[in-house]
């Protein structure tokens, strides 16, 4: 009796272990391998679970549930590394964005570089409070970009009414005459220095 009690006792043991099933590991994603060097740039995480990866190069999900074994056998890809080289000679979103402001900064604080030389100019100012006027705004309008910018001394504002606004405006007056009737006014005179001086004026 004690001899079969003993072997259906071995043989509960043995159903017992046989039921056990073998634990499968499933690999979950990991920021950190977008640290490693053959990662950067392209592996982000996917939408798609924990277990996938995502190739921004390729626009693909990558199954990782294997282990990071996938991940290297997609770099290994011929068509990845085409597009990995071709994502690196694109230009990013965001210089493309800053390099924009910049460009449009450069042309705002040139157009109030001409707007104070028209200022002068209109109201008979001397040049010479262009050496003080700019650094005036700066320190008014601590806070605005363009006012920063400003760098418009003398020299450069009387260049810019002479060869800027009065070209500009010289252009004007020339369309203006060749569309409407003017008199002409004519004077000649000879200064101090006797040097002779014609002055032309036109009413329209």
């Known amino acids: ?33 977008e640290k490693e060097p053959r990662f950067t740039g ?9 277990n996938f990866g995502f190739c921004k190069a390729c626009n693909k999900d990558i199954n990782i549930s294997s282990g990071k074994d996938s991940l290297i056998k997609h770099t290994q890809r011929k068509i990845h590394e085409q597009n990995v080289k071709s994502i690196k000679n694109q230009p990013s979103m965001t210089k493309f ?42 320190n008014i309008c601590s806070d605005s970009e363009i006012a920063r910018g400003l760098a418009s001394s003398r020299t450069k504002t009387t260049s810019i009414v002479k060869n800027v606004i009065g ?20 004077d000649e005179s000879t200064d101090v220095s006797t040097t002779k001086h014609l002055c032309s004026i036109v009413r329209y």
């Open 1 to 33: 009796m004690d001899s079969d009690s003993d072997s259906a006792d071995s043989g509960g043991e043995g159903t017992s272990y046989g039921l056990k099933k073998k634990m499968k590991y499933s690999q979950s994603y990991k920021s950190d391998w």
């Open 97 to 138: 964005v800053t390099d924009t402001k910049k460009r449009q900064r450069a042309q705002d604080t040139k157009e109030a570089e001409i707007r104070l030389a028209a200022f002068v100019a209109e109201h008979n100012l001397p040049f010479t409070v262009m050496e003080h006027l700019p650094d005036l705004i700066k």
């Open 167 to 186: 070209q500009e405006e010289f252009l004007n007056v020339c369309e203006d005459l060749r569309q409407n009737k003017f008199s002409l006014i004519v």
């Open 42 to 50: 392209w592996l982000i995480k996917s939408q798609k679970g924990k």
